[in-house]
């Protein structure tokens, strides 16, 4: 790439761009939304749970939930700490490597994960899948597909998204 010539979006590229960045500002803060008006957590802490929901024995090395939730963990650690003073979350040394913390989903935190999920796909579903039609819904995983080679290029939320493969 030469900074002197740079290639500048086409007409339907500088649209499409627009529209993907707007998606991208708003979906997250509609998530959030419905999620703190019914559940009282935060669209992360949702994901947060969700992950350790779907892990072995509901729990996770905190470097491995970091990972999974594409977090740093400084942020992760934060979060962890609130969830724990909910009870929705406890840490503890990890029994396999004392130098590592895991993560464990407690009871509490289980049953507000199934309590906030059916909100948060509804939610999911109108803002995204309701205006879409299922030939629609398929083009928008193959351009996913088509950009995350390069957005995750190490793979590190591939356990994610290629789960439903």
């Known amino acids: 790439m030469d900074p002197r010539h ?3 979006l086409d007409e339907d590229e500088r649209a499409a761009w627009l529209r993907l960045i707007a998606v991208v500002e ?3 803060s509609a998530l959030d939304a419905q999620l703190r008006r019914d559940s009282q957590l935060t669209h ?4 947060v749970l969700a992950m350790l929901s779907e892990a072995p024995e509901r729990t996770l090395r905190m470097t ?3 990972a999974r939730t594409n977090a740093t963990l400084p942020r992760l650690s934060h979060v962890v700490r609130r969830l724990e003073d909910r009870a929705l979350v406890e840490r503890f040394p990890c029994p396999q490597d004392g ?4 993560a464990r989903l407690t009871p509490a ?3 507000a994960v199934v309590a906030a999920a059916p909100g ?4 999911v579903r109108r803002h995204v899948f309701d205006p879409l039609t299922p030939a629609q819904v398929g083009q928008l995983r193959e351009i996913c597909d088509a950009l995350l080679p390069t957005l995750d290029p190490d793979r590190s939320l591939a ?3 290629e789960a439903t493969t």
């Open 6 to 8: 740079p290639r500048w």
């Open 26 to 28: 708003l979906l997250p």
């Open 44 to 47: 992360f802490d949702y994901y």
């Open 64 to 66: 491995a939930l970091a």
């Open 99 to 102: 130098r590592a913390t895991n």
């Open 109 to 111: 935190g289980w049953d």
């Open 120 to 123: 948060h796909v509804e939610a």
């Open 159 to 161: 356990p994610l998204y």
